[in-house]
């Protein structure tokens, strides 16, 4: 069983960056999809972007192309997610999950394991 640990949330001013990092542990992350998510205060959490196990096909929600940008290190079990460009907007929780064989990649209900989720705010 593979635990996940997200880092690399804080507080930063609109048009900034941030990267984020989920290690994983327990566990080898090639044998994992790996996906962020985000829930805002309210709202439902939405898919961000998904990886396959090999890092070569790479899925991002349709709003956040061109920001956004995933990558992962399976010699460290480590995914990030860099972030470019924040908008107000981007202010969730993000939370980095994983499933070996998810059905949807874009739905949350399809990962097995969650990190507890990483805050980042952005200010106008």
């Known amino acids: 069983q593979v635990q996940l640990v997200e880092s690399g949330g804080g507080l930063v001013q609109a048009g900034g960056s941030l990267r984020l990092s989920c290690a994983a542990s327990?566990?080898?992350?090639?044998?994992?999809?790996m996906g962020w998510f985000r829930q805002a205060p309210g709202k439902e959490r939405e898919f961000v972007v998904g990886?396959?196990?090999?890092?070569?096909?790479?899925y991002y929600a349709d709003s956040l192309k061109g920001r956004f940008t995933i990558s992962r290190d399976n010699d460290k079990n480590t995914v990030y997610l860099l972030m470019n460009s924040l908008k107000p907007e981007d202010t969730a929780v993000y939370y980095c999950?994983?499933?070996?064989?998810?059905?949807?990649?874009?739905?949350?209900?399809?990962?097995?394991?969650w990190g507890q989720g990483t805050q980042v705010t952005v200010s106008s």
């Open positions: 999950a994983a499933d070996g064989a998810p059905k949807n990649l874009y739905a949350p209900y399809e990962y097995d394991y």
């Open positions: 327990g566990g080898t992350s090639s044998r994992y999809v």
């Open positions: 990886v396959l196990k090999t890092g070569r096909s790479i």
